[in-house]
């Protein structure tokens, strides 16, 4: 089945937008966010997250805030309601000691994955070169 066409990068850039259904990776790169950027708007963390992504598909704003809401459910994150300013209130979200811990299983994992992919590439290349 031929890769879709991304109407971001269009149809001459192999990228992972238009490969089907890649998962996009939104709760490690959250939680890496939050571990960096310390307590931060939601909608502060949704520029970053595209920033920082680890594929080339824009990751939704409406993934973001499931993946909030999945972390803070967890006890990953935490929130706060920010009503400082002028406005309506926003929701400040916080990395909390377990969702750190959480961040670094993600990384035994992203690591585990990241040499099973390096192996794979390999060998199709291997065998690109090979088969011409």
Same mark, same amino acid.
């Given at each position: 089945?031929? #890769?879709?066409?991304? /109407? #971001?990068?269009?149809?001459? $850039?192999?990228? %992972? ?6 998962? #996009?990776? +939104?709760?490690? +790169?959250?939680? &890496?966010?939050?571990? +960096? /950027? ?15 992504? $680890?594929?080339?598909?824009? $990751?939704?704003?409406?993934?973001? &805030? #499931?993946?909030? =809401? *999945?972390?803070?459910? %967890?006890?990953? +994150?935490? %929130?706060?309601?920010?009503? %400082?300013?002028?406005?309506?209130? =926003? /929701? ?5 000691? *377990? ?9 035994? @994992?992203?690591? =585990? ?5 390096? =192996? ?6 291997? @065998? ?5």
């Amino acid at each position: 089945m031929p #890769r879709g066409i991304c /109407r #971001r990068h269009g149809p001459d $850039i192999s990228c %992972s937008c238009g490969m089907g259904n890649l998962y #996009r990776f +939104v709760e490690p +790169v959250t939680l &890496y966010l939050l571990k +960096v /950027r310390g307590r931060i708007h939601g909608y502060d963390l949704t520029g970053a997250l595209n920033d920082t992504a $680890i594929t080339d598909s824009r $990751i939704e704003t409406s993934a973001l &805030y #499931r993946a909030l =809401r *999945r972390l803070e459910e %967890s006890g990953l +994150v935490v %929130s706060t309601w920010d009503v %400082s300013g002028g406005g309506p209130a =926003r /929701r400040l979200y916080d990395l909390t000691p *377990r969702g750190e811990e959480h961040l670094a299983e993600w990384l035994l @994992v992203l690591e =585990r994955m990241s040499r099973s992919l390096a =192996r794979f590439v390999a060998d199709v290349k291997d @065998v690109m070169v090979k088969q011409g």
